[in-house]
């Protein structure tokens, strides 16, 4: 969490020059001594923020200092697909919300300055309720154990409510999909045919994620 921050501080100092240390606690919600204590993060890894103080001090990035560190990792990557499918709650689907608040501020702080304070913010000018794809809060937990058994290649154990006996069998997922008003996931025994099951179908208490 605290990695992420250093780098929302780093580019928002890079994209939008000074910033009180109120700014940027107000921007990330946080306080503006954790802001500080950030910021002394920074200069000893190596990144040059300089405190100005006064009337017209601040925090800014000295020495020409710039960070070519705008591309996107896997996760985020992810992120943006599942934007682009699902709306901005997306990422949330399977787990990945602070990598898809990672992509929107990248996004968003590549635009140039003057672009981007003329361009209004969506969220204050339109309200837009959440999806019925995720109906309860079992759901949303099965579909993100699925989603990152898949990411990192990983078996789950699980119980489907229809096997009379008791214990859990292993199986590899492979497909998370969505598809009318509920959600299915195909899975791969360790010997069997693969199978296409709905999330209702499975025991909850019963899944676990194992390397």
């Given at each position: 969490?605290?990695?992420?921050?250093?780098?929302?501080?780093?580019?928002?100092?890079?994209?939008?020059?000074k910033?009180t240390a109120?700014?940027?606690?107000k921007?990330?919600?946080v306080?503006?001594?954790?802001?500080?204590?950030?910021?002394d993060?920074?200069n000893e890894?190596?990144?040059?923020?300089?405190?100005?103080?006064g009337n017209?001090g601040?925090l800014?990035l000295g020495?020409?200092?710039?960070?070519?560190l705008?591309?996107?990792?896997d996760?985020q990557?992810t992120a943006l697909?599942?934007m682009?499918?699902?709306?901005r709650?997306g990422?949330?689907?399977f787990g990945?919300?602070?990598a898809?608040?990672?992509v929107?501020?990248?996004l968003r702080e590549?635009?140039p300055?003057?672009?981007?304070e003329?361009?209004p913010q969506?969220?204050?000018v339109m309200?837009v309720?959440?999806?019925a794809?995720l109906?309860?809060?079992?759901e949303?937990?099965?579909?993100s154990?699925?989603?990152d058994?898949?990411?990192?290649?990983?078996?789950v154990?699980?119980?489907?409510?229809?096997?009379?006996?008791?214990?859990?069998?292993?199986?590899?997922p492979?497909?998370v999909s969505y598809?009318?008003?509920?959600?299915?996931?195909?899975?791969r025994?360790?010997?069997?045919?693969?199978?296409?099951?709905?999330l209702a179908?499975?025991?909850?208490?019963?899944?676990h994620a194992s390397?």
């Amino acid at each position: 969490m605290r990695a992420s921050r250093l780098l929302k501080i780093l580019l928002l100092l890079q994209n939008r020059g000074k910033q009180t240390a109120q700014q940027l606690a107000k921007e990330l919600e946080v306080s503006p001594r954790t802001i500080m204590r950030d910021v002394d993060a920074l200069n000893e890894a190596g990144v040059p923020v300089v405190s100005q103080r006064g009337n017209v001090g601040g925090l800014e990035l000295g020495f020409g200092y710039r960070t070519r560190l705008t591309g996107l990792d896997d996760d985020q990557i992810t992120a943006l697909d599942l934007m682009l499918a699902y709306g901005r709650e997306g990422p949330a689907l399977f787990g990945l919300e602070e990598a898809g608040e990672a992509v929107r501020l990248k996004l968003r702080e590549s635009i140039p300055s003057r672009q981007r304070e003329n361009a209004p913010q969506i969220d204050d000018v339109m309200t837009v309720q959440r999806t019925a794809l995720l109906a309860s809060s079992d759901e949303a937990q099965l579909v993100s154990a699925f989603a990152d058994a898949i990411r990192h290649k990983k078996s789950v154990r699980l119980k489907l409510k229809s096997d009379q006996k008791l214990g859990r069998k292993v199986f590899w997922p492979e497909h998370v999909s969505y598809e009318a008003t509920e959600w299915f996931v195909r899975l791969r025994p360790h010997n069997g045919p693969v199978q296409t099951v709905s999330l209702a179908q499975i025991d909850i208490v019963h899944i676990h994620a194992s390397a």
